[in-house]
């Protein structure tokens, strides 16, 4: 059965200092996400992205935070200038409009 | 009045019990209705999904959704140690393209021996 990848799973990072977390989305759908769970909160929209672009934004996706689909399989997510509070669990997601299959996800800890 | 609320638990049963997660939402936009499954430090597994009022059945799982009151509920039969996991109940406007999910706070369950 086919799944949602990401990587890596565990990034550690320098406050300031940009990540670029990765995801492979499953191959026939069309809609691709971006969740993050901070320890102990619930699972958190941040963008959504269909046909080459953001179909919408959270308020927490700021103008540090960028989204990319560049080969046609793979879809990124990048934090430019990282900070502690950006410290989560992230999590990809792709489906068709009504179902979202999400990946494992990157825990990402800001030092 | 937060967008979806679920109690968070924990929930203990012994194995075999039924066990019956529930959560309600105030935006009647919402048309859309799942539930995940979390186990620690892993991403939500989609476990059931509905738009319309009323029952769905998949195995031990039984999903009920009424609109009128703003209230799902997932019922699980016949529950097995490795049903342990947090469940998340999550939802969704029909947008168009592509619509986000708002989830629950998650219910934590422990299904004991």
């Known amino acids: 059965e086919p799944e949602v990848t990401q990587t890596p799973s565990h990034q550690v990072t320098q406050m300031g200092q940009e990540v670029i977390l990765r995801c492979v989305p499953i191959?026939?759908?069309?809609?691709f996400y971006w969740y993050r769970q901070i320890l102990g909160q619930k699972v958190e929209f941040l963008v959504s992205f269909y046909n080459n672009e953001i179909s919408e934004k959270s308020e927490i996706f700021d103008d540090q935070f960028s989204v990319e689909r560049p080969d046609g399989s793979n879809f990124t997510l990048k934090i430019r200038s990282t900070k502690l509070e950006d410290s989560a669990m992230y999590f990809c997601?792709?489906?068709?409009?009504?179902?979202?299959?999400f990946g494992p996800g990157t825990r990402l800890t800001v030092l | 009045q937060k967008e979806v609320e679920q109690d968070p638990g924990p929930l203990s049963v012994p194995e075999g019990a039924i066990v019956s997660l529930n959560c309600t939402y105030s935006?009647?936009?919402?048309?859309?209705f799942m539930w995940y499954r979390q186990y620690s430090r892993k991403g939500p597994e989609l476990l059931m999904y509905t738009y319309s009022s009323g029952n769905k059945e998949d195995g031990r799982f039984t999903a009920q959704v009424d609109k009128s009151s703003k209230y799902i509920s997932l019922f699980i039969r016949d529950s097995q140690p490795s049903d342990s996991a947090t469940y998340l109940c999550a939802m969704s406007a029909l947008t168009g393209t592509a619509s986000k999910l708002t989830f629950g706070t998650g219910t934590r369950l422990q299904v004991t021996l």
């Open positions: 997601a792709s489906g068709k409009m009504d179902t979202q299959y």
């Open positions: 935006n009647s936009a919402f048309q859309y």
């Open positions: 191959s026939n759908h069309l809609y």
